[in-house]
């Protein structure tokens, strides 16, 4: 059940989702052929302790890692390796911090190097369909007026949305 939040606590939660957004800026800025995601994770754990923040999928039903790296065909979940990246992956990065006791959480789905056509479209495709679900977000609609949103995007450029690892809510656990 989704419960209202005060504003001291929305404003906790800007600013948990303020530092994803700055360790996935980071971390971006770092994705080229040749790094590791285990490079990357370190990375963001150390950001992320730096801003007094905690990794909040470390030890989380023992997940062992800082960051989520899914690689290509990879869904969701994916544990940072000691795999160099190549020309032509696609990483999706996905970063939680519990900060003054609120969950931020975000994901990106990156080029690494130069990316085929199609691979393009795709990461094109991820970005413009969220683009259109936070269209979707305002005082009236439904969490599944943005869901839907989503889907209806990918589905009119050829792709499916997976529909097993959805969207969730944040702030405390």
Do not use: W
């Given at each position: 059940?989704i419960?209202?939040?005060s504003?001291d606590?929305?404003?906790?939660?800007?600013?948990?989702?303020?530092?994803?957004?700055?360790v996935?800026?980071?971390?971006?800025e770092?994705?080229?052929p040749?790094?590791?995601?285990l490079?990357l994770?370190?990375?963001?754990?150390?950001?992320i302790?730096?801003?007094?923040?905690?990794p909040?999928f470390?030890g989380?039903?023992?997940?062992?890692?800082?960051v989520?790296?899914?690689?290509?065909?990879?869904?969701?979940?994916?544990?940072?390796?000691?795999e160099?990246?190549?020309?032509?992956?696609i990483?999706?990065?996905?970063?939680?911090?519990?900060?003054?006791?609120?969950?931020?959480d975000?994901?990106?789905?990156?080029?690494?190097?130069r990316?085929?056509d199609?691979a393009?479209?795709?990461?094109?495709?991820t970005?413009?369909?969220?683009?259109?679900?936070?269209?979707?977000?305002?005082?009236g609609?439904?969490?599944g007026?943005v869901?839907?949103a989503?889907q209806?995007?990918a589905?009119?450029?050829?792709?499916n949305?997976v529909?097993?690892f959805?969207?969730?809510?944040?702030?405390?656990?």
């Open positions: 059940m419960q209202l939040k504003p606590e929305i404003e906790k939660m800007r600013s948990s989702n303020r530092l994803v957004a700055q996935l800026q980071a971390l971006s770092r994705v080229q040749g790094v590791t995601t490079e994770d370190r990375l963001a754990e150390t950001l302790r730096q801003a007094g923040a905690q909040a470390k989380y039903q023992g997940y062992p890692a800082t989520c790296a899914s690689v290509n065909e990879q869904v969701v979940h994916g544990i940072p390796n000691r160099p990246l190549k020309e032509g992956d990483l999706s990065l996905d970063v939680g911090v519990r900060l003054d006791g609120f969950f931020g975000m994901a990106v789905t990156l080029p690494v190097g990316v085929s199609e393009g479209r795709l990461v094109q495709t970005q413009s369909a969220l683009s259109a679900a936070i269209e979707r977000v305002r005082d609609n439904r969490l007026d869901s839907h989503i209806q995007y589905e009119s450029r050829g792709y949305v529909t097993q959805v969207g969730h809510g944040i702030g405390r656990m």
